[in-house]
């Protein structure tokens, strides 16, 4: 069955970086696109990239252009977001997202991952 | 960006009633890129519609999608005790956008 694990998050102060992945098991991870999905607490969703199946394209939420970068390995079937210079409104439960078919629809996700911005 | 506004924010029925939700988007969205997903606290969401009306695998026929254009609908037929949660309607149409969401709780 589809599986994504995200890991890396964690506690870090404003203007620091932190690197989350997201291991895909259970499909070929090559064939899709694959999105990174935050949610403040106690707020709703928000998107914030996307990366082809291929590594090729990425897009990325005007919130974060600039700061935060999408990347994959699909030899270790992993998902990547490298975050840099982090504010406190990037405190969220990050969540990895496989795209259904092109990059649109959100057809399987992580259980999530905590990140917290704070001094 | 597409706005998405969705209405009511908070729908208090009670099980085996109708669930009615809608999610309006400030502009045209094409049916195929317009999805609803459900989420639970602590949970992440799961998507229940695709393509506007299509169900996603797995998902109970009590579950169905409508609309066109800017104004789409989720209809729940016979709310069961575990659809009480959290709706989100999703556009992916031009970038990528959610709604606010409508919570369903039990009345």
């Known amino acids: 069955q589809v599986q994504l694990v995200e890991s890396g998050g964690g506690v870090v102060q404003p203007g620091t970086s932190l690197r989350l992945s997201c291991a895909a098991s259970?499909?070929?991870?090559?064939?899709?696109?694959m999105h990174w999905v935050r949610q403040a607490p106690g707020k709703g969703l928000e998107w914030v990239a996307v990366?082809?199946?291929?590594?090729?394209?990425?897009y990325y939420a005007y919130s974060v252009k600039g700061r935060f970068t999408i990347s994959r390995d699909n030899s270790k079937n992993t998902l990547y977001l490298q975050m840099n210079s982090l504010r406190a409104e990037d405190t969220a439960v990050f969540y990895c997202?496989?795209?259904?078919?092109?990059?649109?629809?959100?057809?399987?996700w992580g259980q999530g991952i905590p990140v917290t911005v704070s001094s | 960006e597409i706005v998405l506004t969705q209405s009511p924010g908070t729908l208090s029925l009670s099980p085996g009633e109708r669930a009615t939700l809608s999610c309006r988007a400030s502009?045209?969205?094409?049916?195929?890129?317009l999805a609803w997903y459900q989420q639970k606290p602590g949970q992440p969401p799961r998507l229940l519609i695709y393509?506007?009306?299509s169900r996603a695998t797995g998902i109970p026929d009590r579950f169905s999608g409508s609309g066109s254009g800017t104004d789409f609908t989720l209809t729940i037929s016979r709310l069961e005790p575990e659809d009480f949660a959290m709706y989100y309607c999703?556009?992916?149409?031009?970038?990528?956008?959610f709604g606010p969401g409508t919570k369903v709780d039990i009345k």
């Open positions: 997202a496989r795209a259904r078919s092109g990059y649109s629809i959100f057809d399987y």
């Open positions: 999703q556009q992916s149409g031009s970038s990528f956008t």
């Open positions: 990366i082809s199946y291929d590594g090729s394209n990425e």
């Open positions: 259970g499909f070929t991870f090559s064939n899709y696109a």
């Open positions: 502009q045209s969205v094409s049916s195929g890129y």
């Open positions: 393509g506007a009306s």
